[in-house]
């Protein structure tokens, strides 16, 4: 299951009740659930109602997503996320600007406020270098606050144009200093926050979420072959789980699928490779059997089927999703997609 921020946190950003039956519901044995994104502090957020992991009781709310996970025989890690730039000073503590790696405003959308109201991204304060090992320690915070909430892994979002990405692009990383200019710059604080996690977690429990081709965010890069190669290159040498790379789409839209690139980048990652990105049942099994990549992500198609493993496996018909339900409210699109009749949720 990749990834998917519902906004549908309770005060505090605390997981809401309803979160430990919507995942385990789409818990399954031998499958593995990659969490919503989850800020590593309250700067690091930037939409209404994303959950965190930098309070008590955030970790007690995880603590019951990860244990009603575990009753089903479902593994789960959670996504650590820093929005960076893409947040507005309305969800900042004290009313303060967001940080990025530079000055740069995201242009090309808008930002919503706590309250849901559509407003222009703000111009960003580019973090001091000596703000540096403060975002590192968020990372790290947040990496040890995940298993005391009981998660099996995690995984360092630095994909959709957030914090980390933003510093690995060049579009959005005009800094003079040794996390800026070269590939081996920018790349070093992604490599830096990586080290943090698996310092707590071990390797083999960690993994990086890339979005090499995408423009999400108003990301890009100069030369994306050359600097994802460099930075998969630098990962494999801290011996992480996986890399989960999202297939670039047309224009600037998360859902819209056309795969293109990733094999390009297949001979810098010899390790785990997860994919994602408008697959099928059908063209995620032609994805591992020529060896493009390991395993296969699904977003919204696991949003709409609790129990999408069996169907896929049994070919059987599919819910459609309701993207109108995607972010925020209720039970409505969350907890009431229907499993197949019949069928445990639990593979
Ligand atoms: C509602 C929604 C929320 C998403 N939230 C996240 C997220 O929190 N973190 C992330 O890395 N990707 C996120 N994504 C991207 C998905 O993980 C996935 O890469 C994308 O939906 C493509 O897969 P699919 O075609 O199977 O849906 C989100 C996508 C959707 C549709």
Avoid: C
Wanted: hydrophobic share 40%; net charge negative.
């Amino acid at each position: 299951m990749a990834p998917l921020t519902r906004m549908r946190a309770a005060d505090g950003n605390v997981p809401n009740e309803l979160a430990p039956e919507y995942y385990a519901q789409r818990a399954s044995q031998g499958g593995l659930i990659i969490s919503e994104a989850t800020q590593v502090s309250p700067y690091g957020q930037g939409y209404p109602s994303t959950p965190g992991i930098h309070s008590a009781e955030q970790i007690a709310g995880w603590k019951k997503v990860t244990d009603a996970v575990h009753t089903k025989g479902g593994l789960i890690f959670l996504q650590l996320w820093h929005v960076g730039r893409s947040s507005h000073s309305s969800f900042q503590p004290g009313g303060v600007l967001p940080v990025g790696p530079s000055a740069i405003a995201i242009t090309d959308q808008v930002s919503l406020t706590p309250e849901w109201m559509t407003v222009p991204y703000e111009t960003p304060r580019a973090l001091e270098l000596n703000e540096i090992p403060g975002i590192i320690e968020a990372y790290r915070q947040g990496a040890r606050n995940a298993m005391a909430a009981g998660f099996d892994g995690v995984e360092v979002h630095a994909a959709n144009g957030y914090l980390l990405q933003q510093f690995l692009d060049s579009k959005s990383n005009h800094r003079t200093d040794i996390y800026g200019g070269a590939v081996e710059n920018r790349a070093r604080l992604l490599l830096e926050v990586t080290q943090a996690v698996v310092d707590v977690w071990g390797a083999e429990r960690v993994g990086v979420r890339l979005m090499p081709f995408g423009t999400y965010n108003d990301v890009g890069d100069s030369d994306p072959i050359g600097l994802y190669s460099y930075a998969l290159t630098q990962l494999d040498r801290l011996d992480i789980a996986y890399v989960s790379l999202i297939e670039a789409r047309k224009g600037n839209s998360m859902e819209i699928d056309t795969p293109k690139d990733i094999g390009a980048l297949r001979p810098y990652w010899p390790r785990t490779l997860l994919v994602a990105g408008g697959f099928t049942g059908e063209s995620a099994e032609q994805a591992i059997v020529s060896r493009h990549a390991d395993a296969v992500a699904f977003g919204r198609q696991f949003i709409a089927n609790p129990d999408l493993p069996v169907r896929l496996k049994m070919g059987a018909p599919l819910n459609h999703y309701d993207r109108s339900t995607f972010y925020g409210g209720g039970a409505a699109g969350y907890v009431d997609y229907p499993a197949l009749d019949g069928v445990a949720t639990s593979d």
